[in-house]
């Protein structure tokens, strides 16, 4: 029947896309294994650089743009200063930060906001921020969300939301320039995520 054709030229062109999600995300799943492995070893290094904050931030939301438009979600620019710059390693911030971002619109409603900004402040510290009106976490998710390999609610680590991997690499990298990952979130009211950087060149770990 025509029905059944038309349903066979769907399924032939839906395994393609199926197959190249499947090995999309199985390759994540191996490449953040292989950070934490190298971060446990000692092996891993930083080629730290001058980035310019807002170009920095425009890739990270490029790189996202199609999940937060597939989720409806809008993300906004705050930078006080378009020209300020920051030491820190390229690769591991662009990291950072999409890991963020993809969290935040993973876990907000459709029709919800996340602010991708940057600062600078009286300590030195430069900050990139990313701020959601999603669910939020308690306390005890949150703690749990930083363990690797953990799920947090009813978001399983080995489904196509990540890996379990996200917020412990991002941790590790954040330390590894010295700076620290801050998180300040409540349930129904969203999730705040900060980044400080000291404006410092870090040592090679």
């Known amino acids: 029947s025509s029905s059944s054709a038309a349903s066979d030229v769907y ?3 839906e395994y393609p896309s199926m197959i190249n999600e499947s090995g999309n995300h199985l390759l994540a799943i191996i490449n953040d294994i292989l950070d934490l492995a190298k971060i446990e070893a000692g092996k891993m290094e930083l080629d730290c650089q001058r980035l310019n904050a807002s170009d920095m931030i425009k890739e990270c939301i490029r790189l996202v743009r ?6 409806e979600i809008k993300i906004e620019i705050q930078v006080e200063n378009k020209d300020a710059q920051f030491s820190a390693d390229a690769r591991l911030t662009k990291q950072m930060v ?3 971002l993809s969290n935040a619109c ?12 940057f600062s600078q402040n009286n300590n030195k510290q430069s900050i990139v921020s ?16 930083l363990l690797p390999f953990r799920q947090v609610g009813e978001v399983s680590t080995t489904s196509e939301f ?16 010295n700076g620290v ?3 300040e979130s409540e349930p129904g009211k ?13 040592a090679v770990v």
């Open 66 to 71: 199609g999940l937060a438009e597939s989720r």
């Open 98 to 100: 999409v890991n963020l």
């Open 106 to 117: 993973k876990f907000t409603p459709a029709g919800g906001r996340v602010v991708l900004g």
């Open 162 to 177: 990540g890996t379990g991997l996200g917020l412990p690499l991002v941790k590790s990298f954040i330390e590894m320039h």
């Open 130 to 145: 990313i701020q959601d009106t999603g669910i939020g976490m308690n306390k005890a998710d949150l703690e749990l969300a």
């Open 190 to 202: 969203g999730t705040t995520a900060r980044l400080y950087f000291p404006d410092v060149e870090p």
């Open 11 to 13: 399924k032939r062109q």
């Open 181 to 183: 990952l801050e998180i």
